[in-house]
């Protein structure tokens, strides 16, 4: 099992609508999750952490399942601009894993 | 100036030229990184250095060279690369480093896009 496992999409989604992508990590012991964002040729942006309790940031929604292992990203109302590539980020003691991303694009 | 400045934007080298990439933090971060970006794949961490120290390689090829002379620069020495080196290279920092469990993400440079010829 890969480390850190995306579903590459692409995700053809409408404007307007929700959109929700997971993350799965194979070390049970990992201790830090975050969700990027990069857009094409540009550089990753911190698009937000995940907490344990799940945190809220606008639009977007970010959840931890640690029985389960997956982190998840929740896009409601979504916006041309949202198209880009998620990043999943794991980080355990010194090791930082990104997933290869997950493409969305949002449709006019 | 804030953020992560990489220099150059672009780069086109030689097999048998040395090149140096730069990379320079205004956050007063305390852990920097280099990242390999190729098409297709996820970023693959290269080296990682806290405070100053080295404390990761990552089975990066000796034709790679880093060095970071303080907490705020950082640079990357090429020599003798192969085309399948082309890729964007991409300068992190960290506010934590890695080692901590850290709850920060990590702030990313633009990148040098480096193509060898």
């Known amino acids: 099992r890969k480390e850190v496992e995306q579903d590459p999409g692409p995700f053809n989604v409408p404007e307007g609508a929700t959109v929700a992508f997971n993350c799965t990590y194979s070390n049970s012991a990992s201790q830090s999750f975050f969700w990027y964002r990069q857009d094409c040729r540009k550089e990753p942006k911190l698009l937000m952490s995940?907490?344990?309790s799940g945190n809220e940031d606008g639009r977007f929604t970010a959840q931890l399942n640690r029985a389960s292992q997956y982190i998840s990203l929740l896009i409601r109302d979504s916006k041309l601009s949202d198209s880009a590539t998620y990043l999943c980020v794991v980080n355990l003691d010194d090791k930082i894993i990104f997933g290869k991303g997950t493409r969305l694009h949002i449709l006019p | 100036e804030t953020g992560v400045t990489q220099t150059p934007r672009h780069l086109v080298m030689g097999m048998t030229n040395k090149k140096s990439l730069k990379c320079e933090q205004h956050l007063g971060h305390n852990a920097m990184y280099w990242y390999k970006q190729s098409a297709k794949k996820p970023l693959e961490l290269m080296f990682v250095y806290n405070f100053k120290e080295q404390t990761e390689n990552n089975s990066v090829p000796s034709r790679f060279s880093p060095e970071c002379p303080n907490s705020s620069h950082l640079f990357l020495h090429l020599h003798t690369l192969q085309p399948e080196d082309s890729a964007l290279y991409l300068c992190?920092?960290?506010?934590?480093?890695?080692?901590?469990?850290?709850?920060?993400?990590?702030?990313f440079g633009s990148g040098t896009r480096l193509t060898v010829v």
């Open positions: 995940v907490y344990s």
């Open positions: 992190a920092s960290s506010q934590e480093p890695a080692g901590m469990g850290s709850s920060y993400g990590y702030t």
